[in-house]
């Protein structure tokens, strides 16, 4: 039988109690644990790769001091592009990899005098500076094709490598390397 009362109901008397509210989902305990063990297994993995590129990078420079003995200044190259694009099937850090063609760069170019060499790339006149002409044939303005660091795209190109993206171009970092090596006077490459 219905009770009568008078005014409200007190929803915290001890007569009703507190409502309960149903539990549908999962606890708040069990998403937090869920996204804690994500995010551990996500920094673990980071940094496997992470060390796993260090290796390659420290196998790589121990490679080009040997072989920067008998390789001249394009060769250097030739084996830095070609250390680049192992790095895919090594699984590692493509960041860490771009950053150690430099690195490569200096070991190779280092192991022997590159005197010779560096006049030519310390000669703005040099025909390594001079734009091709394929460069000035896709230039906008074809007067200043191979200009102020560009010319590095058409020294890829004449080796058939196109820069898509040029700030993660592999031959082009290999090249602004022996000019940076070139102009510390054989002393750095400025990563």
């Given at each position: 039988?219905?009770?009568?009362?008078?005014?409200?109901?007190?929803?915290?008397?001890?007569?009703?109690?507190?409502?309960?509210?149903?539990?549908?989902?999962?606890?708040?305990?069990?998403?937090?644990?869920?996204?804690?063990?994500?995010?551990?297994?996500?920094?673990?993995?980071?940094?496997?790769?992470?060390?796993?590129?260090?290796?390659?990078?420290?196998?790589?420079?121990?490679?080009?001091?040997?072989?920067?003995?008998?390789?001249?200044?394009?060769?250097?190259?030739?084996?830095?592009?070609?250390?680049?694009?192992?790095?895919?099937?090594?699984?590692?850090?493509?960041?860490?990899?771009?950053?150690?063609?430099?690195?490569?760069?200096?070991?190779?170019?280092?192991a022997q005098d590159r005197s010779d060499t560096c006049e030519l790339y310390l000669d703005p006149e040099s025909e390594i500076h001079q734009a091709t002409e394929d460069m000035r044939e896709r230039a906008r303005n074809p007067d200043k094709a191979g200009e102020s660091g560009r010319w590095v795209y058409g020294r890829c190109e004449e080796r058939g490598m196109r820069c898509i993206n040029k700030r993660e171009c592999a031959c082009a970092e290999a090249y602004r390397a022996v000019d940076s090596f070139c102009r510390t006077g054989q002393q750095a490459v400025q990563l």
């Open positions: 039988m219905p009770q009568v009362t008078e005014g409200r109901e007190d929803p915290t008397s001890a007569e009703h109690g507190a409502p309960e509210l149903p539990q549908d989902g999962p606890s708040l305990k069990v998403i937090l644990m869920i996204v804690s063990v994500v995010i551990v297994a996500t920094g673990v993995l980071a940094y496997y790769r992470y060390a796993r590129s260090e290796r390659w990078v420290v196998q790589g420079i121990e490679a080009m001091d040997e072989a920067g003995k008998g390789l001249d200044a394009e060769g250097c190259i030739d084996a830095a592009i070609e250390w680049h694009d192992a790095c895919d099937q090594e699984d590692t850090n493509a960041a860490v990899c771009f950053k150690g063609v430099d690195i490569l760069m200096f070991h190779c170019l280092a």
